[in-house]
């Protein structure tokens, strides 16, 4: 996937983080080991992938591309993949579809029309909300001890990634492409400060979706830049001169929750490790 395509995933990801609870309006679970669902949202694909995959009948078409899955792709190429038309889904007979909240109401629309039943979740802003999201896509499938054992896996990687009590957080920036910074109610926020760090843009007043340029980050640098992303700015060579630490940090590692928060656990917490 080009750049462009990845920074305008990314503000997606950061602009859309404010619906952590799946909803469809209706209040009651699904509990049936044999619903069929597909999945339009690539967090959604990780998850569902995880802990109901005899439900999940497709992923999205994301998941299915290395730059944007937040999944293994060999195992997404298991599964049909959609580009997320009505005409496409219907074909696959699910009982449920679960998108993102920027589902066009076109789609949502048909969808409906046709019977099916659609759940709309949206990006997740913290930890707590990660493990909502997690708990009622299980519940949805009828698969309450596996999400809890995801719950599980994700409390013990953050354990694990936690910092030593008494050590002073480092303030760190996440730098996308095209100067694109988290605010401070985005997933990687929160993430950042379970590991030993705090987020310097969010400290800056920045909010989700706003854009650091260069000249800003030279006039003011951060301790600490995890580029994330493979943008023009981040191998600037006027970096190189400022004597701040600098890691890589995967774009993908930003998007989603369920098993992407173990990763990047691991992640942030291998480059606090390393700081000099």
């Known amino acids: 996937m080009r750049t462009g395509a990845m920074t305008g995933l990314a503000a997606f990801a950061l602009l859309s983080a404010c619906a952590p609870a799946p909803s469809d309006g209706k209040s009651e679970a699904v509990p049936s080991p044999t619903l069929r669902i597909v999945s339009l949202n ?10 109901a995959p ?18 293994d792709v060999a195992v997404a ?29 076109a789609t949502e629309s048909a969808l409906r029309r046709m019977g099916l039943r659609v759940v709309k979740t949206g990006s997740i802003a ?25 719950i599980a896996r994700i409390d013990a990687a953050l354990a694990a990634a936690a910092p030593p009590d008494g050590e002073a957080p480092v303030s760190a920036l996440v730098w996308q492409a095209g100067g694109l910074v988290p605010g401070e109610a985005t997933l990687v926020s929160d993430l950042l400060s379970r590991t030993g760090f705090t987020n310097f843009s969010a ?24 580029s994330a992303g493979d943008g023009r700015m981040q191998n ?11 890691a890589e940090f995967d774009t993908r590692l930003t998007w989603c929750g369920g098993p992407t928060i173990p990763a990047a656990a691991a992640r942030l ?8």
């Open 54 to 71: 005899e439900n999940l009948v497709a992923v999205s078409h994301f998941s299915r591309d290395p730059h944007s899955a937040s999944m």
């Open 236 to 246: 600037h060579p006027a970096l190189a001169a400022m004597g701040a630490d600098r």
């Open 269 to 276: 917490a291998q480059i606090r490790s390393s700081l000099r």
């Open 203 to 226: 400290g800056r007043g920045l909010g989700q979706g706003a854009i650091l340029p260069l000249e800003d980050v030279l006039a003011d640098p951060p301790p600490v830049i995890l």
């Open 126 to 150: 913290s930890v707590g909300d990660a493990r909502t999201q997690v708990r009622d896509l299980a519940a949805l499938a009828g698969r309450d001890k596996a999400g809890e054992a995801l």
């Open 42 to 51: 690539p967090c959604v694909d990780a998850i569902l992938a995880e802990i």
């Open 77 to 105: 190429r298991r599964y049909p993949a959609t580009s997320g038309s009505a005409e496409e889904v219907a074909a696959l007979a699910p009982d449920v579809v679960v998108a993102g909240t920027f589902l066009p109401p």
